[in-house]
């Protein structure tokens, strides 16, 4: 049996994340085939064909995520994790020696395990457990803000006229009808329901009780506090991407447990990131490593109540990713969580526990052990349901790309601390972010659609409106 970091001799060396990353792989836990210990490993190369971690609450899914993230930074990967419970901001803070940590790693082999702190960035929509995260309305765009205000179709016609009538304007002569955050869209759609005679014949029917009703929901929407979210400087997704001074890729953290009161924005924001991602990071095929690892928790959120076009988003977006060099992971509870289109894209898979009291629950266990590539020695259904905490079944792609044989695996402890970091120290570390800090933490509210509508409305305004569309002819400039 290998020393406990106790019983190590003085002359041992200090552990290394890096220990855990070997021959372009990081380290997920080991299985035992026959009387060997193997090694189950993420090849970095592969990681941008995404995965899947699900399992039962309680089950050790958090402390895998932990795990996932460690090895990935550790390997120079620049990691984003949605953190739903608080626990995962442990990865800024060195870990304990507990027995129960030691006793796996020795169970798995582990002759030098030990503890370490990781780089972090903290970040939060509501701006209140890290940096302000913020998007303007027009980024996100008609489709996601339809999602997140819950809207029809005859609705969110309404609303994509909103975002026409304004990019007309704009190419007309005034740049700055831009919609940036709540305000400037509730300007547009109560100029629009006042114009709506004037511009039925270019744009269509506008009623004024679908005017009421976006209104409505726009005014739920900021009692949510998702009016901290809209606005600028806008997030620049390369602030992602970042390492630390070590080459290790820093871990980005979004505090998400108040967020998750109103899961339809924390979903619809994740859809948002990753369809920044795709848009604006450049092509880049398969490298040696992803250029960014993406770990979405609770995962189920975003398929809930989606429309086809939403759903079509999101398959084109995971589809298409991994040429960015962004690897995805999906957590959620079953492999059932997610549509069967989506799932197909998901090439590693880490399954905890599932209990299957009722029939339904049978059924999806059965379905999951069918995902995997059959290991004749082992019974996959009833493993699944004989997991313990902090085991899975693992299977991984390897070699050209083809998914492993399914094996019982004891996931490594992590070298950074389980559980939460004390509001002390998750202030520390922000405070200790000078670069973002500077970048994100004052909120920018310049000229845009709401105050450009006020003035025209003003006889002053009126009159500067008219002359200053014609302000190249007049030299004037806005």
């Given at each position: 049996m290998p020393p406990s970091p106790q019983s190590s001799p003085p002359d041992?060396?200090?552990?290394?994340?890096?220990?855990?990353?070997?021959?372009g792989a990081v380290l997920i836990g080991c299985s035992r085939q026959g009387h060997d210990l193997v090694p189950e490993c993420i090849e970095l190369r592969l990681a941008n064909r995404h995965g899947l971690v699900t399992g039962a609450t309680g089950t050790g899914k958090t402390v895998t995520l932990q795990v996932l993230a460690e090895g990935f930074s550790a390997a120079g990967v620049p990691v984003f994790a949605a953190d739903i419970k608080g626990d995962l901001s442990g990865v800024g803070a060195k870990g304990e020696p507990k027995p129960n940590l030691v006793q796996r790693a020795q169970e798995i082999g582990l002759a030098r395990y030990g503890n370490a702190a990781f780089p972090v960035a903290f970040w939060d929509v509501l701006g209140e457990q890290g940096h302000p995260v913020r998007a303007t309305v027009q980024e996100m765009?008609?489709?996601?803000?339809?999602?997140?205000l819950e809207l029809t179709?005859?609705?969110?016609?309404?609303?994509?006229?909103?975002?026409?009538?304004?990019?007309?304007?704009?190419?007309a002569g005034d740049p700055k009808m831009e919609i940036l955050d709540l305000k400037d869209l509730r300007g547009v759609i109560d100029e629009m329901g006042k114009q709506a005679t004037a511009l039925r014949s270019k744009y269509g029917n506008i009623a004024p009780a679908t005017v009421g009703v976006i209104q409505r929901s726009l005014l739920v929407l900021e009692?949510?506090?998702?009016?901290?979210?809209?606005?600028?400087?806008?997030?620049?997704?390369?602030?992602?991407?970042?390492?630390?001074?070590?080459?290790?890729?820093?871990?980005?953290?979004?505090?998400?447990?108040?967020?998750?009161?109103?899961?339809?924005?924390?979903?619809?924001f994740l859809l948002w990131l990753l369809s920044e991602l795709?848009?604006?990071?450049?092509e880049?095929?398969?490298?040696?490593?992803?250029?960014?690892?993406?770990?979405?928790?609770?995962a189920h959120l975003l398929f809930n109540g989606a429309r086809a076009a939403v759903l079509d988003q999101i398959e084109r977006v995971t589809r298409l990713i991994r040429s960015k060099g962004v690897g995805v992971f999906y957590v959620t509870q079953s492999p059932s969580d997610i549509p069967d289109r989506i799932s197909a894209q998901l090439g590693n898979?880490?399954?905890?526990?599932?209990?299957?009291?009722?029939p339904k629950e049978q059924k999806a266990v059965r379905a999951a052990a069918q995902t995997f590539r059959k290991n004749p020695e082992l019974n996959t259904e009833r493993v699944i349901q004989e997991l313990q905490v902090g085991e899975a079944l693992v299977s991984v792609l390897h070699n050209k790309g083809e998914p492993s044989v399914v094996q019982r695996t004891l996931v490594r402890p992590p070298m950074s601390r389980v559980g939460p970091l004390s509001p002390q120290e998750r202030q520390a570390l922000i405070v200790g972010d000078a670069a973002n800090r500077q970048k994100y933490a004052q909120t920018l509210d310049r000229e845009?659609?709401?105050?450009?509508?006020?003035?025209?409305?003003?006889?002053v305004g009126q009159v500067k409106d008219k002359i200053l569309r014609f302000g190249n002819l007049f030299n004037l400039n806005r």
């Open positions: 041992t060396p200090l552990p290394d994340p890096r220990d855990y990353v070997q021959d765009g008609p489709l996601l803000l339809s999602r997140l179709e005859p609705q969110e016609g309404v609303l994509n006229i909103a975002f026409r009538w304004a990019e007309d304007e704009r190419k009692s949510q506090g998702a009016e901290k979210f809209f606005g600028e400087p806008a997030l620049d997704i390369n602030d992602f991407l970042r390492t630390g001074p070590d080459g290790r890729g820093v871990i980005n953290i979004l505090s998400a447990e108040r967020l998750m009161n109103t899961p339809r924005l924390y979903a619809t795709f848009e604006k990071l450049p880049v095929g398969d490298l040696e490593k992803p250029k960014l690892v993406f770990l979405f928790d609770e898979r880490i399954q905890h526990a599932l209990r299957a009291f009722t845009s659609a709401h105050e450009r509508l006020k003035a025209r409305n003003s006889t």
